[in-house]
């Protein structure tokens, strides 16, 4: 009936994938019969693992079975396949065996071959570390591996996943290709990060293995993580508000410093702050002079603007101007994430002034024994009254500071005399103007005159806290000075106007008018509901002979201007005697924001050239009052 043993080849090697270009995935082996092949005969086959080579029945299709010879039949096959299992695997050795023959045959001494089903499935993932962290507009890069064999080519596909990174934060990639070579075991990835200057708390997206072409399998660590660093300042950058970097306050009260965190707002922040004396630059101790000197300021996520609010205490002791400063001298938490906050290079300190107070240059006011004085006319002195007599100003509270008082005799039967602005009292001289003699100023006064040399710096400029104020103006007002002008009259005493000076509130000059004679002019703003401030301005005027007004004497002049019988008025005064009335295009005359100048005009024309004393704004329309008063300076009275 015949011998049964397996024919050439006894050993083949299969692949495991279709994709396998080097072996193919199911082996042949021939079992012959020699010698007799008489009747029917069926021989028996198993599959059994070789060394540590896994269990056949996971790997191939058939791991046992019969073959069967008709009479007279020589040959028969064996077929057995591989079963792709997507997992990576070296070469694997198994033996297939004749077990048993029925049928009267007897096995042969080939009765085994061997097969071998080839290292598989190149195992394809990321190589370490698999999870990063990068700052801001830096590349990331990362290493793609074959292992096994890594014969042929492989190829495969990545994309970049979106996590609290997007596409505004990286260059996203989609169904992106990597190919290894034949042979090739690493490839680079490499995804960039865009820089966008906005502050930003930890942020990650993610770049995952999608699918692989060739004997190959994703395998290992298919995903990797990026995480961009938080960035751009992400827990903020602390500083004052520039709205608070000088603060004054009055004792009493509170001032309130704004702190800002600028950039980002991540995270919860101290900031620490304390107050420093700005002359020493020593601590200041709390309740000296304001209730807390030191603190933590606290930013919670998200917040922007914190402030601190200083007291300062009210302790009824006369006081000048105390400076302090605020300073933050510390910023603490906010990270991580992020590098924590930091203190701004510039606005971290911030001046307060604690206004002098408690009347510290003193309150001024006659001594009771100077409330009543009585002087005897035309004559030195009697038995019963004195020629003279010194009158005593006593200064009350805070005594620190020089100061001077303006004084003032009006007729005790002349009780409303309106209050007034000396413009030269209080106002900021230039160096083209100087102070006279007491020999060359105005007989019967002991104020202060002022010569006026025509030069672009001859000028005093009044402050806005000693500008007359619109309410004021609207109501009437006087314009009054002491002249003694020089050889020539061409310029502005008094000027309230814009800088360009075409707009003019108020203004009261002389200019020429003949080779006789001059004008004393009044420049004005109409109020009313059409009234703007570059509605300009408009002049009255009236003449006065030179020979009365340059003649090296002391003049008074002053423009009266006022409401009388629904219209507005202009009395133009010259030594106390009226000169003449000109009616005003309305009632009223405006004021607005601008410059008060004495001697020229803001824009430095029309510069008036020599004395000047007593420049006075008196608070409403004077009508007999100017005669009084130049009377009373002139006549009754001397100092």
Known sequence: NGVVSFSQPTAITIGETPDSSVFPTTSLFTVGRSGGLFGRIMANWSVTAVGSAPSPANQLTQVSGSVVFADRANETQISISSLADNTPEFDQQYQVSLI???GGARLGSSSSVSLTIAANDDPIGFAAPTSVTIMEGSPVN????????????ARVVYETVNGTANSKDYVSVKNAVLQFSDGNSSLPVTVSTLDDNQPE????????????????????????TVTIAANDDPNGVIQFSSASLNELVTEGHVAT?????????????????????????????????????????????????????????????????????????????GGPPGP????????????????????????????????????????????VLPGSVNVTVERDKGLFGSIEVLWDIIPRNFPNLAGFTDLLFGATVESGVTETTRQIAL???????????????????VPLELQPSASVVS?????????????????????????????????????????????????????????????????????????????????????????????????????????????????????????????????????????????????????????????????????
Request: no cysteine.
């Open 475 to 639: 109501l009437g007002f006087t314009l009054s000075t002491w002249v003694q002008p020089s050889t020539s009259v061409n310029g502005y005493i008094i000027a309230k106007a814009t800088a360009d000076v075409k707009t003019r509130f108020y203004a009261f000059a002389m200019q020429p008018l003949t080779s006789t004679h001059s004008n004393i002019v009044f420049d004005y703003l109409p109020s009313g509901p059409s009234t703007s401030i570059s509605s300009g301005y408009q002049t009255v005027n009236i003449g006065v002979a030179n020979s009365l007004l340059i003649d090296g004497n002391w003049h008074h002049v002053a423009v009266s201007v006022g409401e009388q019988s629904n219209r507005g008025l202009a009395d133009f005064y010259f030594d106390g005697k009226l000169l003449g009335t000109k009616s005003l295009s309305d009632i009223r005359v405006a004021d607005q924001s601008g410059q008060l100048i004495v001697g020229q005009l803001p824009d430095g024309s029309l510069r008036y050239v020599g004395l000047l004393q007593d420049v006075r704004v008196y608070h409403k329309r004077l009508l007999q009052d100017v005669r009084v008063y130049h009377k009373r300076l002139l006549q009754d009275v001397r100092v």
């Open 443 to 461: 007989i019967g006064s002991d104020t202060k005159a002022f010569s006026f040399n025509g030069s672009t710096n001859s000028k005093a400029t």
């Open 142 to 153: 990362f290493t793609v591996t074959r292992g096994g064999q890594r014969n042929g080519v």
């Open 100 to 102: 048993s023959i029925a």
């Open 257 to 333: 410093l704004f702190v800002e965190r600028q950039r980002g707002t991540f995270g919860q922040v101290q900031v620490t702050w304390q107050v420093t004396d700005a002359d020493t630059g020593l601590f200041v101790p709390p309740r000296d002079n304001l209730s807390t000197t030191s603190g933590v300021l606290i930013f919670n996520e998200t917040v922007s603007r914190n402030s601190i609010t200083l007291a300062a205490v009210a302790d009824g002791i006369p006081e000048l101007a105390e400076r302090y400063v605020v300073e933050l001298i510390q910023v603490t938490g």
């Open 201 to 224: 708390t930890d942020e990650n997206f993610t770049i995952r293995l999608t699918g692989v072409m060739g004997d190959s399998v994703l395998f290992g660590d298919t995903t990797v």
């Open 340 to 383: 924590g906050a930091r203190l701004s290079s510039t606005q971290t300190q911030a001046n307060l002034t604690i206004l002098k107070n408690d009347d510290a240059n003193g309150v001024l006011s006659f001594a009771s024994g100077s409330l009543y004085v009585d002087l005897a006319e035309d004559v030195e002195s009697t038995g």
